[in-house]
């Protein structure tokens, strides 16, 4: 298994180095692969746009639905770009993704025992290992953070390979910096409890289903319907008393993310882990109100 984890490592090394308009030449023939020749999850993805704009006609959908699978192919093209980028001068040039206003965050670190940011799969959550190294300003003007007081956690693959892969991959800009922050969602508790007494800022992927085995879960409204959710993040937050972001990954345009920071609450404490819930997937609707098909449609969300 290691071998074959170092040959594809290997392998998307030196592909990941080509420049990014190159993987965006072969996106949009990749979205056509999965969309018209493999019709990768495409009644998934309908069924899921149906329920989800209950007023729009089939051929808003159809459209909605063909723009997903060339968003689709982009996140994918963006990804392996994203794991060449061993260090921030090539993020940096780039200009993939900007912070709208980081300093909401940033000042939130500094006033409260912690931070908890929920996002979620709109727009490409795979460069969210990399968030230290989007900080473009002055050196003497960049965030407080250590690159290990930001905690991004993730769920495992199924496949160990692949899990050894991604890891590497979604934390390629800071890994020469010995990032130790990519903390599996079935280790966070632990973990929190254990650095309890250090200031981190965590965040969490947070709109999949609930795992089967999970009994820390919840119903909420979102896209007008019950949707059970996981409640891992905002239950750390209610019980440390955190402050809690909505953070919005929107795609702008081919190449270049915007990322905000929607204030929950100050002090998680405060409110329900049910009552964040809600409101993040109110907030969460919205932006896919405003912009459906950046969104991970092909997502198995209603079970």
Known sequence: MK???????GVLRVFSALPLGFHYAWAGFFAWLLRDVMHYRRDVVMVNLAR???????GELKEI????????????????W?????????????????????????EAFHASPGVIVLNSHFGNWELTGGCVAFDYRPEEERS????????VVYKPLSSALWDDVMRVNRCAPV??????GYVSSANVLRYALSHRGSRKLYIFP????????????????????????MLGGASI??????SVFYMSLDSVSRGHYEWSFKEICRDASAMSPHEIMQEYYNLLQADLERNPANYLWSHKRWK
């Open 82 to 106: 994203f794991g060449g980028c061993r260090n921030p001068e090539r993020l940096h040039k780039k200009h993939l993704v900007e912070f709208t206003n980081p300093e909401v965050v940033e």
């Open 144 to 151: 407080p953070y250590d690159v290990n007081d930001v905690i």
């Open 175 to 180: 890994l020469r910096d010995g990032y130790e």
């Open 52 to 58: 989800s704009f209950p007023r729009k006609k089939y």
């Open 65 to 80: 639905s063909d723009r997903f699978y060339r968003h689709l192919g982009e996140i994918i093209a963006e990804t392996i």
């Open 206 to 229: 947070t709109d999949q289903c609930p795992y089967r085995i999970s009994t820390s879960n919840d119903v909420v409204d979102f896209m007008h319907q019950p949707t059970r959710t």
């Open 3 to 9: 071998i074959m984890t170092k040959l594809v490592q």
């Open 237 to 242: 937050a209610h019980k440390f008393g955190y």
